[in-house]
Every structure is written in structure tokens, then in C-alpha cells.
């Protein structure tokens, strides 16, 4: 007899459970919303690959600006990567385009603003650790090249950097090299052997890193 009782109380749950799923789903069908989710689905694929298209394409222009020295074909790289921007603000990549191109037109202060957007949590997350890594390379990079009267925050700021970089990306030697410069612009010395002893064990050939150890005499 208990069991008859069991039997019937699973049955009616689950009976309530089937109505309340039948329920739900006439309710989104009535408002038309999964139809609605697959255009903003399509919608959002579309505007992905429209983005990636505008990316490659300024990657291209910035490829031939920098090697014909071209200031009209960087403007056309920047104009490309502002269209991928639009149509992705959240992937990291565009943004990395844009300061790279900023740089090579000389504007390193915009290009500093487009590496921090590209750093936010907004948009690092669409990175993988060794882009990541790289990313904050080229911002310590732009820091150290601006000029400021608060030159020794600029370069704590960019130690900050790197010192994330090389966690991220460790095999990057260049990275370790810049790392080494700062520490002697701050005259940490020890410190600043050691950075300039990694990068060269990672790469041999750095002529940065070994005129710099000859100075400290190693």
C-alpha cells in the first residue's frame, strides 16, 4: 500500500514538472523569443566575421604602411580597425590593431589608451596568457617611450607590466631584456642582472642583454 502512495506522489510530481515545462514553452513560442534568440544569435555570428574580415584587412594595411613607410595606408589601417571595434568591442585583438598602428604614426599616448582598453577586463579575457603577455610588453614599451615629468611612475608602472608579462609569457626573453633596462634605470642592479641572465638563456644572440652584462662586468 505505502508503495501504491510512493508511486502516485513521483507520478504527480512528475506530472507537474512536464505542465510547468509546457507552460514555459508556450509562453516563449507566444512571445516569440526563441525565434528572437536565433536572430540575435545570427546577428551577433554575422557581425563576429564582419569584424575579423575589418581586422585582417587593417593587419594587411599596417603591413604594407610599415614597410613603404605609408601614412595614408596606416590611416586606412586604423579606419579598418575602428570598423572591427564597432562590430566587436569585446574582442582584445582590435584594439591591440589599433595602438599598434597609433605607434607607428607616432601617437603613443592614444596608442597607450587603446592597450588599456585592450587590457580591461572587457575585453583581455578573448586573450590567451601568452597574448596577454605580449600585450603588456608593448604597453611597458609605449610607458617608457612617452614622455613625462613623472618618468620614474612611468617606469615602476611598466616594471609592473613585465613582471606580469614574463609570468604570462615566460619564454619571452624580450620582455626580460626591457625588464633589465628598467631595473637600471632604478639602479637594482642584482635585479637587473638577473632579468638581462634570463633573457639570454632564452635567447643567446640578445646583443641588448649581453652589452648590458658586459657593463655590469659579468
Known sequence: MENNEKDSMVHDIVLQVIIALVMAISF????????KMWTKFRLRNRADIQAKRHFVQGAQLLARARSSKSRTLAKEAIAEAER??????RDAANYLLKALVLDFQGFRTSALDSLDVALSPLAA????????????????????????HRANNRVDSAIADLN??????????RAFC???????KKKMNDDARKAYHDALQLDPQLRVAQQALLRFGS
Open 125 to 148: 579575457k578573448s586573450l590567451t596568457d601568452a597574448e596577454r603577455g605580449d600585450a603588456l610588453l608593448k604597453r611597458a614599451e609605449l610607458k617608457l617611450g612617452t614622455t613625462t
Open 84 to 89: 572591427a571595434i564597432s562590430l566587436d568591442p
Open 178 to 184: 626591457v625588464l633589465g633596462e628598467c631595473y637600471e
Open 28 to 35: 516563449l513560442f507566444m512571445h516569440d523569443i526563441p525565434k
Open 164 to 173: 606580469e608579462s614574463v609570468k604570462l609569457s615566460a619564454n619571452n626573453a
